[in-house]
């Protein structure tokens, strides 16, 4: 019978984290490659797509783990998120555990960077670091590259919470009760 129950949550669970990873895997912006390899010592517009598309996942499970309606759905995001490395096109079977490594170097990093919690400065900001670091950017106009940074990352907060609304659905509470009263 359990197994039954599981097998039924698991096809509409499995097909939601799906739908939202496909929106994780859409190529960045042109012009943000271009831009971010504008600030790399050798342009490595490669290596500046790399990390946007890392950068792009990580704040897509970074959302997923703070907007959830319930803590199955994190868990479902990072399970096909990690088993989409497999079928990326952009990383050869034999540097899939290398990928998979650097992308969780970086999901940390953002992690760390969204839960500080000090008041000098936005999440955006803090995380714009992070991206502008693992991308070996050298500016001269620093705050302009954090400003940029941290919008294109801001963007993709924005689409990742879209996208889990689209497949998880909103929570939906009564008129009369506060979201603060809803647990109890």
């Known amino acids: 019978m359990l197994s039954g129950l599981f097998k039924a949550w698991s ?5 939601a984290a799906e739908q939202v990873i496909s929106g994780l895997h859409v190529a960045p912006e ?15 517009e490669d290596h500046a797509a790399w990390e946007l598309r890392y950068a792009r996942r990580a704040v897509g499970l970074l959302i997923a783990e703070r907007d ?18 497999s079928r990326d096109p952009h990383i050869a079977a034999d540097r899939l ?8 170097t970086r999901l940390a990093a953002y992690r760390a960077a969204m839960a500080k919690r000090d008041g000098k400065e936005p999440v955006a900001a803090r ?8 991308a070996g950017a050298i500016t001269g106009d620093h705050q302009a590259a954090i400003s940029r940074a941290g919008s294109i990352l801001s963007g993709y907060g924005t689409q990742a ?24």
């Open 11 to 15: 096809a509409p669970a499995r097909r």
């Open 30 to 44: 042109p012009a943000d490659i271009e831009w971010l390899a504008s600030l790399m010592l050798r342009r490595d």
């Open 68 to 85: 959830a309606l319930n803590d199955r759905t994190a868990q479902e995001v990072s399970a096909a998120l990690i088993a989409s490395f």
């Open 97 to 104: 555990e290398m990928a998979l490594a650097q992308f969780q």
């Open 127 to 134: 995380m714009a670091r992070e991206l502008l670091t693992f």
């Open 161 to 184: 919470a879209d996208l889990l609304r689209a497949a998880y659905g909103t929570a939906q509470l009564p008129e009369d009760v506060a979201p603060s009263q809803a647990l109890g």
